[in-house]
T-cell receptor, first 113, second 108 residues
């Protein structure tokens, strides 16, 4: 049971570099999410996709773009990384947008120098 | 002010103790309430939903007070394996809003 798989697990970038975080789920879920987690801040929603073909901004979308490639995959792109984007990133999915049971991936630790 | 506030702790308790965590939320339009558990450097996982009438799941009891906009989680007979961060989560217009978490350390 893979559940939600996100890659990479760790990444170090220099300021200004770009990268894409990949996320895939095999639970036939309709909704997918990207969160970031910073000390003392809790998880904050960056972008979400309520269903295939739709994406919407969350609480902290600036500096990020997303693509819902198909029902399984939802990627997060940093076009020009900044030190403020140093964080742990979690991808999550749920059966539907109003279903509050989220299944999370194992996280990506990103450091931007 | 954060929309969902928790005491970050840490709460250090001996095995067998009873411990309670509190959480307050500021938006009265919040619709659903949950506790998630997060182990160190791992992903969060749903622990339990919180219902207005209060609910239990084994050693865990959750309470909701809508009038005071307050949620609680009680853990009885703490185990070493309960050591984790407990996240209070509120749902509003289909979006989940997470508190920053309360860390529990259960000592032998």
């Amino acid at each position: 049971n893979a559940g939600v798989t996100q890659t990479p697990k760790f990444q170090v970038l220099k300021t200004g570099q770009s990268m894409t975080l990949q996320c895939a789920q095999d639970m036939n879920h309709n909704s997918m999410y990207w969160y970031r987690q910073d000390p003392g801040m809790g998880l904050r929603l960056i972008y979400y996709s309520a269903s295939e073909g739709t994406t919407d901004k969350g609480e902290v979308p600036n500096g990020y773009n997303v693509s819902r490639l198909n029902k399984r995959e939802f990627s997060l792109r940093l076009e020009s990384a900044a030190p403020s984007q140093t964080s742990v990133y979690f991808c999550a999915s749920s059966y539907k947008a109003t279903n509050e049971k989220l299944f999370f991936g194992s996280g990506t630790q990103l450091s931007v120098l | 002010r954060k929309e969902v506030e928790q005491d970050p702790g840490p709460f250090n308790v001996p095995e067998g103790a009873t411990v309670a965590f509190n959480c307050t939320y500021s938006n009265s339009a919040s619709q659903s309430f949950f506790w998630y558990r997060q182990d160190c450097r791992k992903e969060p996982k749903l622990l339990m939903s919180v219902y207005s009438s209060g609910n239990e799941d084994g050693r865990f009891t959750a309470q909701l007070n809508r009038a005071s906009q307050y949620i609680s989680l009680l853990i009885r007979d703490s185990k070493l394996s309960d050591s984790a961060t407990y996240l209070c989560v509120v749902s509003r217009t289909g979006k989940l809003i997470f508190g920053q978490g309360t860390t529990l350390q259960v000592k032998p």
